[in-house]
């Protein structure tokens, strides 16, 4: 089942903050977080884990939230190379399997 | 490091024709490697699930017979579409695993089929 994120899209000025959630309605092992730039491949940002082990990139946050289903991915102080399509995506099983992607949150950041 | 590459980049073909495309870890061995497609404007869709040395496992609605998953090595996986049709266009993307962690993403593969 797609996880469902919110907002579908948002802009912002060059400084401030966003938080893109995610939601699934089937517990989850792992959530992963991905930026895609038009016409490009998705790009790795944060993998949060069953347990609260995290991975992911020195300049953007997330969490998760196990029992609710949820993560939530925290973008402070944002820069113009920020702009793209968010995407989360969703896996059930123990660590091998596919990723089930939302359908993505657009964020346009302007100077 | 984790660097994968797919080609071709772009691959434009007529209907009927068969189309490979190819999938490569550079610089680490993949236990897993999956294929996805997306449409324009649209999310990733996972379409199969690879492990090399054994059948890949298709999910519900992907055709077998259409989509040909060859997973050679620990190192390359490659799509077939095979007698593509026009709706069968799309950013086919590739990612691969080493195991427990995040996936690591090709730059796709553009088909268009006139």
């Known amino acids: 089942q797609q996880p469902v994120q919110s907002p579908q899209a948002v802009i912002l000025r060059e400084g401030e903050d966003a938080v893109i959630n995610c939601s699934s309605s089937k517990a989850l092992y792992s959530v992963h977080w991905y930026r895609q730039k038009h016409g490009e491949a998705p790009v790795f940002l944060m993998i949060?884990?069953?347990?609260?082990e995290q991975k992911g990139h020195e300049k953007i946050s997330a969490s998760f939230n196990e029992k609710k289903q949820q993560s939530s991915l925290y973008l402070t102080a944002s820069q113009l190379s920020y702009s793209g399509t968010y995407f989360c995506?969703?896996?059930?099983?123990?660590?091998?399997?596919?990723?089930?992607f939302g359908k993505g949150t657009h964020l346009i950041i302007q100077p | 490091g984790a660097v994968v590459s797919q080609h071709p980049s772009w691959v434009i073909c007529k209907s009927g024709t068969s189309v490979k495309i190819e999938c490569r870890s550079l610089d680490f061995q993949a236990t897993t490697m999956f294929w996805y497609r997306q449409f324009p404007k649209k999310s990733l869709m996972l379409m199969a699930t690879?492990?090399?040395?054994?059948?890949?496992?298709?999910e519900q609605g992907v055709e077998k017979d259409k989509f040909l998953i060859n997973h050679a090595s620990l190192t390359l996986s490659t799509l077939t579409v095979t007698s593509a049709h026009p709706e069968d266009s799309s950013f086919y993307i590739c990612?691969?695993?080493?195991?427990?962690?995040?996936?690591?993403f090709g730059p796709g593969t553009r088909l268009t089929v006139t």
């Open positions: 990612s691969a695993s080493r195991g427990k962690y995040e996936q690591y």
């Open positions: 995506g969703t896996e059930k099983g123990g660590g091998a399997d596919g990723l089930t």
């Open positions: 690879s492990n090399e040395g054994s059948k890949a496992t298709y």
């Open positions: 949060l884990l069953k347990g609260g």
